[in-house]
């Protein structure tokens, strides 16, 4: 099979005159240059060249092959060009972003196309293995559950927030809104613990962030199932029976499905920040601006 590159190496032997020509206009060596045109003449089964000791002189055939090729040859180098230049247009802009999952699904799947042309790519995970990631660079940007207290790191809050208690659609919740409705925490504390509880982590992190600022103190419990994912979590309990604390945005389109029950939002809100962190000396203003464009559309605190 021929390989372009030694028509394009006899191209620029031809107009050049010279094997050092043609190596300075093709950025190779010499030695290479020589081997591209070995190769084509040893395919084609003619000399090309009249080897002389300071010009490269076109044989005959050299001269007919010239004719033959040249035209095909400008148009192919002027497509690659083309693509080349386009394709750096297109792809000079690259960002990378770490969220968790279960956010990413809720708020930002159908904002994509807010970063233009822009090219994206995500990962998933903890919110603190995300943040190692960007402080050694290998993240342009994270979205944090909390801010990101490290040097050159900026934090930038782009969702408020609210913790609440969902419950699955066949739970009764009438004995709890009973208590509610009659202020008396020790019993819908004790309504609480007699349920299934479903939860992110065995440390009950937003779980015992609701349980503290309602009850004033931890929550004496332990999950039934615990899943390390929201999203499954849910999925779950419109199948089991079951309880959890979780964040507004998440759960707002189930219970209005009626796939879930909203049971309780606690005494005041429990509340956290969203933040997009990034290092302010490594990420560009084009792209803070086209990921700013993705959460256009969040409540912003």
Known sequence: MVNFEWYRT???IYQSGTLTGAAQELLISQPNVSQHLSALENYIGHPLFERKPR???PTSYGQLFYTQIIEAVEKLEKIEGDFSRSCVARCMTLITIGAPKEFFDARLTN????????NLVV???????LVQKLLKGDLNFVVSTSAVMEKNIISEPVLFEKFVLVGSPDIDPQPLRKYIRNEDLENIEAWMLAQNWFAYSSDLLAIRR???????????????????????????????EGVTVASDYLVKDLVQQKKLKLLWSGNEPTTNTIYLAYDKTKATAQNIEAIRRMFSKEVAV
């Open 10 to 12: 006899f191209k620029a």
């Open 55 to 57: 010009q490269m002189v």
């Open 111 to 118: 904002q994509l196309d807010q970063i233009g042309d822009a």
């Open 123 to 129: 990962e998933f995970g903890l919110t603190k293995d």
């Open 210 to 240: 609701f349980w503290l600022h309602n009850f004033k103190k931890r929550p004496a419990m332990r999950a039934r199932f615990t899943v390390p994912d929201f999203n499954s979590i849910l999925k779950s309990m419109q199948h089991i």
